[in-house]
């Protein structure tokens, strides 16, 4: 009887592993395409917003509040994850991502009124902020073994979705109108769902035929551990909210700095483009060299000068050079880079980078939001935004103090033994 059985056990394990290989490949596919339209809602808007105020009658004011929507709508879903990230699978949290991105897009194209465009703009922007919080877990959960590499393909790939927006803005606003340029990147969005749904129908025949892959256990809980009782967790949130600060205030109002500075409307989209692109080279490097080194605190200096140098060159170099100066700014962005590693860096787990991911993120997006704001309110006529650069620059500061509390080798998991004590 054992000997008649044995044949079918093997079939099943081999199943097992060809379904587990599959899983992992369109796990794969689903973190790459999301990646890939994760943030075509950020950049799509700040090259338009001379055809936008044409029709909703955007202010000051309601200009600084969307600039900020980004890094306050990624804040709060940070703090909202760390709950639902106990109760709720991974992947059906990245499906309710996708349909917040895609409803919040296509809700802000046909908005009347400014108020709508911020509220769907929020929506959008809150999707966007759960796939921040999601990435790096599921990355640890299908490819423990290819952290380094799939984080670089990862914020490679973010690189990429905001500069296609940006570079595509004015071109299609000028042929279809604004309200279709930053609507159509929602079917982007909505694809992106396509690979999820493929996984999660398939690990539903997998639980009725009885066989059991590899990838679909899920972990043991993080075993009490607080990463807001943790340099780590504090010094990861504050990376993230130096870099944050100073890349959504670029990405919000760089073209119009440089249109204040003689530059025309469609050119200045071109730099915000090469500005987003400049983030794909690094992108691909810094994972891969930050998980090699015991002590990363170079790579995170190396950025922040990047970021002053290229500041400095906007500020006071002639406007006729301004390229050379948004290249040095955009290679600064690096140091989001940077931060995304050290969360799988600095957690050995699944759970301990889902909680190490909601906190950073929420508690550095929230303390970033008020650098786009204030970029815009520190600003007055014929102050060549000096004020304004110079918050950014004391943001500049925040995220070196944060790397300096991560630099030293150290694991989350390895301080609870502090945390348990009164």
Known sequence: ?????????????KAARRGSLRGR???LAGILLVAFSAREAVSAVSPLLGQIRTDLPFGTVSIGILGMLPTASFALMGFLALPLLRRIQLEHLLLVSILLTTLGQLGRAVGSNVLAFLVFTCIAMLGIGLVNVVAPPL?????????????ALHVTLLGVSTAVAAQFAIPLGTLYGWRFSIGIWAALSAFAAVPWLILLVARRSVARS???AADVRQPPPANGVKPWRSSIGWGTALVFAGCSSNTFAALTWLPVVLVDRGMSQETAGSMLALYSI???PVALIVPMVV????RPLPVAVLFVGAFAVGYGGIIFAPPASAAVWVVFAGLGQGAYSFAFTMINKRTRTQSCSGSLS?????TGYALASVGPFLFALLHTPGDG???SFGMLGAWLVVLVAGAMMVNKPRMLEDQRRFQSRP
């Open 210 to 212: 009885g066989t059991r």
């Open 385 to 387: 935004w000096l004020p």
């Open 278 to 280: 400049l983030a794909l």
């Open 25 to 27: 490949l369109t796990a």
């Open 139 to 151: 990355l640890m959960k299908y490819f423990p073994d290819r952290i380094g590499s799939l984080a």
């Open 291 to 294: 998980v090699r080194m015991s």
């Open 358 to 362: 909601a906190f950073a993120q929420g």
């Open 1 to 13: 009887m054992a000997l008649r059985r044995l044949p079918q056990r093997e079939l099943r394990v």
